[in-house]
């Protein structure tokens, strides 16, 4: 059985960052327990989800899993460098978070495919948006740090 966390609500004036504790009041969340954490708790457990779901790793394997379920191997082949441990470790986390979900096929040898699952999916769309909005801003971006760049270069210069 999947459980499916119900939006968290704010107090009115309170961060719109979340894992952000400090004036923020946020409401039970049905089914998960998270609802019966204090604060300090609940923006600990935001900012370890966030930086599982923004970690390189996750991001191709989300990436690579919204295209169609893959096996472990295909996975490794197409992350482009993850190590097999790192793979493992990787799936494993997005599993336990209800972000993927894998299959065991009954087969000899076994056959095990990992998917999105929905919270997997609606996060991908996410991920989907920033990829889009870091292309938009490519050139943008790409402009800032050169000028950055040649604006410390000439602070921290030796003179």
Not at 3 to 32: F, H, M, N, R, Y
Not at 95 to 116: F, K, M, N
Request: aromatic share 4%.
């Amino acid at each position: 059985m999947m459980v499916t966390p119900a939006p968290s609500t704010q107090q009115e004036g309170s961060s719109k960052c979340p894992g952000i504790s400090e004036g923020t009041s946020l409401a039970d969340t049905a089914g998960t327990g998270a609802g019966e954490l204090g604060d300090d708790e609940r923006a600990a457990l935001v900012r370890g989800v966030l930086a599982r779901i923004g970690d390189k790793w996750s991001v191709i394997i989300l990436c690579q899993l919204g295209i169609e379920p893959r096996r472990f191997n295909e996975l490794r082949r197409l992350s482009g460098g993850i190590t097999q441990r790192m793979l493992s470790s990787t799936l494993r986390n997005l599993e336990r978070d209800g972000i993927v979900s894998r299959t065991v096929h009954p087969s000899v040898p076994p056959r095990v495919e990992y998917s999105l699952t929905s919270v997997g999916r609606s996060l991908l769309t996410i991920v989907q948006s920033l990829a889009a909005w870091t292309n938009d801003n490519l050139d943008f971006i790409t402009t800032a740090r050169q000028s950055y760049d040649a604006r410390t270069k000439a602070e921290y210069s030796d003179p």
